[in-house]
C-alpha cells in the first residue's frame, strides 16, 4: 500500500519538478531574479500542494493535465511565502529545506523580488492554462487571489506575528493556522474538484475535508517542532524564538494534540466518502500527511 503512495508521490514528484522548472527557464527573466526564483523553486519541496490538487482531479476520473497549470501556479505561492517567511524582517531564518535561505543564499533585495515574481506569475500561469475554460480559470485566479492574499494566507501570516511571545487560545490557534497554512490546502482540493465538475454537495465536502487536512497538516507541524524536522532542531521547544508561541502541544498536551490530530483525520476521512469519488489515493495521502516526518 504504501509503496503505492510513495510511488504516486515520486511520479508527481518528478512530472511537477520539470514543469516548475520550465515556466521559469522559458521565460525572459533578468539575473540575477532568474536564477534566485529557480533556487527556491528547485530547493526540494515535497509538492504536497499540487500532489494533492492532482490526486483530488483523478478521484474526480480527471486529468492532471488539464489542472497542472493551476497545481504550479499553486506551488509558485508556496515558495514565495517561504521566502519572504524566512526572510529577517520575518522569521529571519538561514536554513530551509537543509540548505541557506533564498537571501543567504542571494540578498535580500534579490529574495523579495523573487518571491515577488513567483506570486505574480502564478497568475499568468493559470490565465495562460490551455486546458481551461474561461470560467474556470476566473474561478481559478479569484480563489487563489482570496486563499493567498490578505483574507487568506498573509491574514493568517500578520495573526501569527501578532500572536508571538502571547498564548493564544485554541480557537485562535485554529483560526491562524486555517488561514496561514489551511488557505492553500484548500485551494488545491477546492480547484480540482470545480475543474472536474464535481456537484455543489461534493464540493462543500471536498472543501470540509480540506480544512481538517489543513488543521490535521498544522498539529503535525507542531508535533514535528518538538520532535525534530532537521529545518527545524535548535528553534523547538527550549529556543527562545518559538518558547512563547501558543501550539497544539502547549495548548492540549502532546497526547491531547495527537488526539486532535486523528479525531481531523477521522472527519476528513469520513467527508471524503460521503463525497461519492474514488477516495483510495487522497485517503492514503491523508495518511500521509498525518503521518510526515518531515
Ligand atoms: C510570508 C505571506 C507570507 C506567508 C507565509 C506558509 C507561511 C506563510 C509560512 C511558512 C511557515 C511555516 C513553517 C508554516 C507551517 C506549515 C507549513 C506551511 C510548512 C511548510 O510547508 P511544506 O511542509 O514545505 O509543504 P515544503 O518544504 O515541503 O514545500
Redesign the pocket.
Known amino acids: 500500500m504504501e509503496t503505492k503512495l510513495n510511488e504516486y508521490i515520486q511520479k508527481n514528484q518528478t512530472y511537477l519538478n520539470q514543469a516548475l522548472e520550465d515556466a521559469i527557464e522559458d521565460k525572459d527573466i533578468p539575473e540575477p531574479l532568474k536564477s534566485s526564483m529557480l533556487y527556491s523553486i528547485k ?7 499540487p500532489i494533492l490538487m492532482i490526486a483530488t482531479i483523478e478521484a474526480f476520473g480527471g486529468d492532471k493535465n488539464v489542472i497542472l497549470p493551476a497545481a504550479l501556479a499553486l506551488e509558485f505561492v ?5 521566502i ?2 524566512d526572510l529577517p524582517a ?2 529571519d531564518d538561514d536554513l ?2 537543509g540548505m541557506p535561505t533564498n537571501h543567504i543564499e542571494y540578498d535580500e533585495a534579490t529574495a523579495i523580488l523573487a518571491g515577488d515574481g513567483l506570486l505574480t506569475q502564478s497568475f499568468e500561469l493559470i490565465t495562460n492554462a490551455e486546458h481551461l475554460t474561461t470560467d474556470q480559470k476566473l474561478f481559478a485566479v479569484k480563489r487563489l487571489s482570496e486563499a493567498a492574499g490578505s483574507r487568506g ?2 491574514a ?2 500578520i495573526l ?1 506575528m501578532q500572536a508571538e511571545n502571547t498564548q493564544v487560545e485554541l480557537d485562535e490557534l485554529k483560526q491562524i493556522h486555517h488561514l ?2 489551511g488557505q ?1 490546502l484548500i485551494y488545491a482540493m477546492e480547484i480540482a474538484a470545480y475543474v472536474a465538475g464535481a456537484t455543489e454537495e461534493q464540493l462543500d465536502k471536498i472543501t470540509a475535508c480540506a480544512e481538517e487536512l489543513g488543521l490535521l ?2 498539529i503535525q ?1 507542531d508535533i514535528l517542532d518538538i520532535y525534530g524536522d532537521e529545518d527545524k532542531i535548535g528553534k523547538a521547544v527550549g529556543s527562545d524564538e518559538e518558547n512563547d508561541k501558543s501550539t497544539y502541544p502547549k495548548l492540549l498536551g502532546i497526547d491531547g494534540a495527537i488526539k486532535e490530530k486523528e479525531e481531523k483525520k477521522a472527519r476528513a476521512n469520513k467527508l471524503l466518502n460521503e463525497a461519492s469519488i474514488d477516495q483510495t489515493m487522497l485517503a492514503e495521502l491523508i495518511q500521509y500527511l498525518s503521518n510526515r516526518d ?1
Do not use: E, N, P, W
Not at 530547493?43 to 500542494?49: C, Q
Not at 508556496?78 to 517561504?82: D, G, N, P, R, V
Open positions: 530547493a526540494g519541496g515535497k509538492r504536497i500542494r508556496h515558495t514565495y511565502s517561504l519572504h517567511d520575518m522569521d530551509r529545506r494566507m498573509v493568517g501570516q501569527d496561514k497554512t492553500l497538516f498544522q507541524d518531515q
